[in-house]
C-alpha cells in the first residue's frame, strides 16, 4: 500500500487541497512543514478518517467553519476527503464525505453521516467498489486496529506506545500474511457448515435417506452451536483487546501523574479536614447560641455577679437579724395559739403577766414573719448558688469560644497549605479517580475473562460431536463409486485443514524470530546506546540492557521508546514488503507488500543525534515515508534525509479557517 | 473413512487453485458460499483429472 494522493475539501480548515505523495522509490520521502496549530494534524486525522470514518477529533463538525458560517437553512454542504493508493497492483480511489446542514434552531447538523464510495483499477478497468463492500475491501488492505501503526497522530496516537501494546499478534499476523493461512484454516475446516468438505459432504449419497435428513439435522445444529460460541469468543476477545487497550492507557496516565499522587492524596485529606474543621466551628457556634439562648436569667447574674456577691455580703454582715438567734420551725401563730390556749406544750400555765408569757412574747420577735434572717439566709444560698450556675455557663461558652476560635485557625492554616497544592497540581489530572476506573476495568476484565473461558470450554465437545456425524454420515453413505469420489475430495480437503493448523502456530514461531532480528539490526543502527530487542510470544519489542535486566528507568531525554518503536515499525514493514513465509499455503499469494509510514511531529522528547539516526535508517527499511513537521525539527533532519525527499509542501495558514499546502522546491 | 495417500502435487494444484479462488473473491465481491462453490469444483476436477 503506497499512498499516492489526497484531496480535501471543505474539511477543517483546508477548503480545497491537493497532496501528491511521493512513490518514487529513491526519493521515498514528502515533508510537509507547518507550524503549530497550522492543520498538520488534521492531515494525518484526515486519512484515518477517509479509510475507516473515524473521526479523531475532539469537535466533531468537520465542516469549514467559513463554509457552516455561510451556511443557510435549509441548504447543505459537504465536507470531503479522497485518498489514492495502490495495494497489490491495484489502485484504489476512496472518497468519504458527510453531509451538513443549518437547522431551524440555527445549529450546524450533520444531513448524512460518514459514507464512502471507493474506485479501484485491475488491469486497466475501472471497476467502483459497492457501499457494502467497501469497509470490508478496506479492513482486507489495511485492518482498522493496524492504523496507528501507520498513521501516527501526534495527539492520540504516539508511537512511543506502539510496540508495548498489550496484544500486537492480530497486527503482526496480519500485516505479515499470516490471514492467508488463516483464511485456508477458515475455508477448510470441518466443523463450519459453510465451508469446503461441508459442501463435498452434501454430495454423499446415504443409503438411509431419513438417517441422513436426521443426522444432517444435527450437524446443522452443532455447526451453528459452535459458530455462536465463536463469533461470542471473537466478540469477547476483542472486548478485552478494547479493555487491555483501556488499561494500558490509564497506566500511563497513571504513570505520567505519579509525581502527583502524593500531593492529590494531601489535597483530598485537607478538603476533608476543612470541611470536618467547618461542621465542628458550627457545631460549638449552634452551642454557644444554645447555651446563651437558654440561660437568660443566669447570663443577668453573670454580668452582675460580682455585684451580686458584694451586697449579698453586706446583707450577711449588717443585718440585725441574726441567723443563729431564730427559733427554726416554729412561727408566731404558733406562740398565739398556745397564749390563747393558756399552757403551754410542756404544762406551764401562760398566763398575761407570768414568766411563761413573758418569755413567749418575747421568742415571738425571733420567729416569722418578725424574722427575716431565715429569709435572707436562704436567698443568699439561693443567690450563691445561682452564681455557682452562671459560672459553669460562662466557662462552657468560653469553652465553646475556644473550639471555634481553634477551628478557624485550623481552616485558615489549611486553606493555606491547600492553596498551595492546588497550585502544584492544577491541570494534572486526578490519580485516585483514574486508579478507581483501573480496578474498573480490571473488574470487567475478570468478568469478561471468565466468559471467555468458558464459551472456549464448550468448543472442543461440540467439535467433537460434529466429528461424530460426519463419520455417521461417512459411513452411512453408499458404497458406490461416485461416494467414494467425494470421500476423496474430503479427504484432500481435510489434509489441507490439517496442513493450515500446523502451518499456522510454525508461522508464528518463524515470525517472530524474524522480527526480532529484523527489529534488533535496525535498533543497533539508530541506537548508540548498551542495549538489545526482544521481542516476546505478544510480539512486544521491549529494550533491554545487554546483561539482561530489563531496565525500567529508560532514559527518556535519550527517546528511548521512540527509538525502539521505530526500529519495530520499519522492522515489520522491511518483513512485509518480503515474501517472508514460504510455505505450501502461502508460496504464491504471499507476495509481500509495502506500507507507507505516516508521521506527524515524529520527533518529540528526542534528542539530535537519534533523530539523525532514526532520518538515516528510516528510508532504508520503508519504501513511504511522510512526515509532517516543524520547519525547526525538519532542519535538524535535513542533513540525513535531502537526498530522499522527493516532495517538499508548507501548509500555509491564509486565517483560522483557511490554509492552504503549497508545494516548494527541493 | 478409509485413509487414502494424498498426492502432494494434487494438493499443491487444489491449494494454487484456492489462492486464485481468494483473489477473484476479493477482486470481484464475490460472496463466501461462491467461493466455495469454486473451490469445491476445482477439487473434484483434480482428483478426477490426476486421482481416480
Redesign the interface.
Known amino acids: 500500500m503506497l499512498i499516492r494522493k489526497m484531496i480535501l475539501n471543505n474539511f477543517r480548515n483546508f477548503k480545497n487541497t491537493e497532496i501528491n505523495f511521493s512513490c518514487d522509490p529513491k526519493k521515498k520521502i514528502t515533508i510537509i512543514l507547518g507550524q503549530n496549530t497550522y492543520g498538520k494534524t488534521t492531515l494525518v486525522k484526515a486519512f484515518i478518517w477517509c479509510l475507516y470514518k473515524i473521526n479523531l477529533f475532539e469537535d466533531k463538525i468537520l465542516l469549514n467553519s467559513d463554509i457552516s458560517d455561510y451556511l443557510l437553512v435549509g441548504k447543505e454542504e459537504t465536507a470531503k476527503v479522497m485518498v489514492e493508493f495502490e495495494h497489490k497492483g491495484v489502485s484504489y480511489r476512496i472518497t468519504t464525505k458527510e453531509t451538513y446542514s443549518r437547522s431551524s434552531s440555527d445549529n450546524i447538523v450533520v444531513a448524512k453521516k460518514a459514507y464512502s464510495t471507493g474506485l479501484k483499477v485491475v488491469e486497466q478497468n475501472t471497476i467502483p467498489i459497492s457501499e457494502n463492500h467497501i469497509d470490508e475491501e478496506i479492513e482486507s488492505i489495511l485492518k482498522p486496529e493496524l492504523k496507528e501503526y501507520f498513521f501516527f497522530d501526534g495527539e492520540t496516537n504516539s508511537i512511543e506506545q506502539v510496540s508495548a501494546k498489550k496484544n500486537l499478534t492480530v497486527a503482526v499476523t496480519n500485516i505479515l500474511g499470516i490471514s492467508t493461512i488463516e483464511a485456508f484454516k477458515e475455508y477448510y475446516d470441518p466443523h463450519r457448515s459453510d465451508s469446503v468438505p461441508s459442501a463435498l459432504r452434501k454430495d454423499l449419497i446415504s443409503s438411509d435417506e431419513l438417517n441422513a435428513i436426521d443426522l444432517n439435522n444435527q450437524l446443522e445444529k452443532y455447526t451453528q452451536q459452535r459458530q455462536t460460541y465463536l463469533d461470542e469468543i471473537e466478540t469477547i476477545e476483542r472486548e478485552i483487546n478494547e479493555l487491555d487497550n483501556q488499561l494500558e492507557e490509564k497506566n500511563n496516565l497513571l504513570d505520567a501523574n505519579k509525581d502527583v499522587e502524593k500531593d492529590q492524596n494531601d489535597k483530598k485529606r485537607l478538603e476533608k479536614e476543612i470541611e470536618t474543621a467547618k461542621f465542628d466551628k458550627d457545631k460549638a457556634f449552634d452551642r454557644m447560641i444554645q447555651i446563651v439562648n437558654g440561660s437568660s436569667a443566669f447570663l443577668k447574674i453573670l454580668f452582675a455577679k460580682s455585684f451580686v456577691k458584694y451586697n449579698l455580703k453586706e446583707l450577711m454582715e449588717k443585718s440585725s437579724f441574726k441567723s443563729n438567734s431564730s427559733y427554726k420551725g416554729i412561727n408566731e401563730e404558733a406562740v398565739n395559739e398556745l397564749i390563747k390556749a393558756g399552757r403551754c406544750i410542756c404544762g406551764a400555765e401562760i398566763k398575761n403577766g407570768n414568766d411563761a408569757y413573758r418569755h413567749l412574747m418575747e421568742a415571738k420577735q425571733h420567729m416569722e414573719p418578725h424574722d427575716y434572717s431565715k429569709y435572707i439566709s436562704d436567698f443568699v444560698s439561693a443567690e450563691a448558688s445561682n452564681i455557682y450556675n452562671a459560672e459553669t455557663i460562662c466557662e462552657n461558652i468560653r469553652s465553646e469560644a475556644g473550639i471555634v476560635n481553634n477551628k478557624i485557625e485550623a481552616i485558615d492554616e489549611y486553606e493555606t497549605r491547600l492553596k498551595t497544592i492546588r497550585e502544584r497540581i492544577e491541570g494534572r489530572l486526578d490519580v485516585g479517580s483514574i486508579q478507581s476506573e483501573i480496578n474498573n476495568i480490571m473488574y470487567q476484565k475478570g468478568h469478561q475473562q471468565s466468559v471467555l473461558e468458558n464459551s472456549k470450554s464448550k468448543i472442543p465437545d461440540i467439535e467433537k460431536k460434529i466429528d461424530d456425524i460426519n463419520e455417521k454420515i461417512t459411513k452411512s453413505s453408499e458404497a458406490n463409486e461416485e461416494n467414494a469420489f467425494i470421500l476423496k475430495c474430503i479427504e484432500y480437503s481435510n489434509s489441507i485443514y490439517q496442513l493450515a493448523i500446523t502451518q499456522l502456530e510454525q508461522s508464528k514461531m518463524e515470525i517472530r524470530e524474524k522480527l526480532q532480528d529484523e527489529v534488533s539490526t535496525i535498533f543497533k543502527a539508530m541506537y548508540h546506546g548498551n542495549r538489545e530487542i526482544i521481542i516476546d510470544e505478544n510480539f512486544r519489542a521491549s529494550a533491554i540492557v545487554t546483561d539482561g535486566n530489563q531496565d525500567k528507568n529508560l532514559d527518556k531525554s535519550t527517546g528511548l521508546g521512540t527509538v525502539v518503536n521505530y526500529s519495530f515499525v520499519a522492522g515489520l514493514m522491511n518483513l512485509a514488503k518480503q515474501s517472508l513465509l514460504k510455505n505450501e499455503l502461502t508460496n504464491d499469494d504471499n507476495i509481500g507488500e509495502s506500507y507507507p509510514l505516516v508521521m506527524d511531529a515524529p520527533f518529540s522528547n528526542t534528542d539530535d543525534e537519534h533523530i539523525k539516526n532514526i532520518c538515516k535508517t528510516l528510508p532504508i527499511f520503508c519504501d513511504q515515508i511522510i512526515m509532517f513537521v516543524m520547519r525547526k525539527d525538519y532542519n535538524y533532519a535535513i542533513e540525513s534525509i535531502r537526498e530522499q525527499v522527493g516532495k517538499l509542501y508548507r501548509i500555509q495558514k491564509e486565517s483560522e479557517t483557511d490554509a492552504i499546502v503549497c508545494e516548494e522546491d527541493l | ?1 478409509s ?2 495417500e ?1 498426492d502432494k502435487k ?3 494444484e ?3 487453485w ?2 486464485y479462488y ?2 477473484k473473491k ?2 470481484n ?1 464475490w460472496t ?2 461462491n ?3 469454486e ?2 469444483k476445482i ?2 476436477k483434480e ?2 483429472e490426476n ?2
Do not use: L
Open positions: 473413512m485413509k487414502i494424498i494434487v494438493r499443491r487444489i491449494i494454487k484456492t489462492h481468494f483473489h476479493e477482486m465481491q463466501k458460499s467461493t466455495v462453490n473451490i469445491v477439487i473434484k482428483i478426477k486421482v481416480d
